[in-house]
């Protein structure tokens, strides 16, 4: 299994940004892909999942109405939509799969400051 | 939503020594979907235990993890001076997960 993020970047408050996950190794429409973040010398924070079929997705309450994850089954890739950001979203972002074992990528840090 | 709380705070122990890691969850759920890392600055957290008892590719044996219901544990049995860092408890489930604050683990 391997999860490749990227689309991380700085980003003033009130701003957008759109992170992607590329996923390889295994069938990916089958399983559902969370992100999870862990903002500086903090833990770790569920952010958001969607099941496989991309049907149903759940959020945390600090980025629900703000964040919206989505995926493309053809293209092996979860998003994640991040508007209206704030400086407390500042964080690694990490892209996560349950495929028996947990497996997480390599993370994507987005820092939200003017 | 479940809470995970875990405790000690803090360990600061002697290489060889045994650490005792708590999850304890404020609600029952299914030990299958409870599982470990230890996370050291600047990396990505480290797989542990998954399914509450099970080892992840590649951990030493010296790792356990244990427990049931509301009450999970992590035992480390002899303390390498690689096993610092902070550990996290995590409930993980198809609708989301839920992190423990950690525990970190000091080597003296």
């Known amino acids: 299994v391997q999860l490749l993020e990227s689309g991380g970047g700085l980003v003033q408050p009130g701003g957008s940004l759109r992170l992607s996950c590329a996923a390889s190794?295994?069938?990916?429409?089958?399983?559902?892909m969370t992100w999870v973040r862990q903002a500086p010398g903090k833990g770790l924070e569920w952010v958001s999942t969607i099941t496989g079929s991309g049907s149903s997705t759940f959020y945390a309450n600090s980025v629900k109405g703000r964040f919206t994850i989505s995926r493309d089954n053809s293209k092996n890739t979860v998003f994640l939509q991040m508007n209206s950001l704030r400086a407390e979203d500042t964080a690694v972002y990490y892209c996560?799969?349950?495929?028996?074992?947990?497996?997480w990528g390599q993370g994507t840090l987005v820092t939200v400051s003017s | 939503e479940i809470v995970l709380t875990q405790s000690p705070g803090t360990l600061s122990l002697s290489p060889g020594e045994r650490a005792t890691l708590s999850c304890r969850a404020s609600?029952?759920?299914?030990?299958?979907?409870l599982a470990w890392y230890q996370q050291k600055p600047g990396q990505t957290p480290r797989l542990l235990i998954y399914?509450?008892?099970n080892r992840a590719t590649g951990i030493p044996d010296r790792f356990t993890g244990s427990g049931s219901g509301t009450d999970f544990t992590l035992t480390i049995s002899r303390l390498e001076p690689e096993d610092f860092g902070v550990y996290y408890c995590?409930?993980?489930?198809?609708?989301?997960?839920?992190f423990g604050p950690g525990t970190k683990v000091d080597i003296k």
């Open positions: 190794e295994f069938t990916f429409s089958n399983y559902a």
């Open positions: 996560v799969v349950v495929v028996r074992l947990l497996y």
């Open positions: 609600q029952s759920f299914s030990s299958s979907y």
């Open positions: 399914g509450a008892s």
């Open positions: 995590q409930q993980y489930g198809s609708s989301g997960f839920t």
